[in-house]
Nanobody
Framework: QVQLVESGGGLVQAGGSLRLSCAAS????????MDWFRQAPGKEREFVAA????????DYADSVKGRFTISRDNAKNTMYLQMNSLKPEDTAVYYC????????????????WGQGTQVTVSS
C-alpha cells in the first residue's frame, strides 16, 4: 500500500506561484510512476503532469506546459509540482497519484491517490 499526502495549496493572485508537494509513505516510490491531476468544480478530473520512475521523462498537459514543472526526489519519497504564472483557470483541487512502472494520462490507471489540496487563483 502507498499512502499519499499533498500539501502546499492555497490562495494566490494571478501571475503568482505555488509549489505543491506529495509525500509518500508505506512503500518506496522507486517503482512508481506519478502524476498530478486536478478537478475544478463541476468538471471532470483532468491530467496535469506525469513523471517517470527516475524523473528522466516528464509529460504535461498543453494547458500547463511552460508554466508548471513536475519533479521528484526518490530519496525523500516526495514529488513536487512547481506552478508559475498561475491563472484563474488553474483553480482546482490538485491530486497526486501513483502507479507501478509506466506513467499514464488516464486517471483510471492509477490506484493510489492523495486526498487533494485546494489551489485558488484570484484574478
Amino acid at each position: 500500500q502507498v499512502q499519499l499526502v499533498e500539501s502546499g495549496g492555497g490562495l494566490v493572485q494571478a501571475g503568482g506561484s505555488l509549489r505543491l508537494s506529495c509525500a509518500a509513505s508505506g512503500r518506496t516510490l522507486t517503482n512508481y510512476a506519478m502524476d498530478w491531476f486536478r478537478q475544478a468544480p463541476g468538471k471532470e478530473r483532468e491530467f496535469v503532469a506525469a513523471i517517470s520512475l527516475t524523473g528522466g521523462n516528464t509529460d504535461y498537459a498543453d494547458s500547463v506546459k511552460g508554466r508548471f514543472t513536475i519533479s521528484r526526489d526518490n530519496a525523500k519519497n516526495t514529488m513536487y509540482l512547481q506552478m508559475n504564472s498561475l491563472k484563474p483557470e488553474d483553480t482546482a483541487v490538485y491530486y497526486c497519484a501513483a502507479k507501478l512502472w509506466r506513467s499514464s494520462r488516464r486517471s483510471d490507471d492509477y490506484g493510489y491517490w492523495g486526498q487533494g489540496t485546494q489551489v485558488t487563483v484570484s484574478s
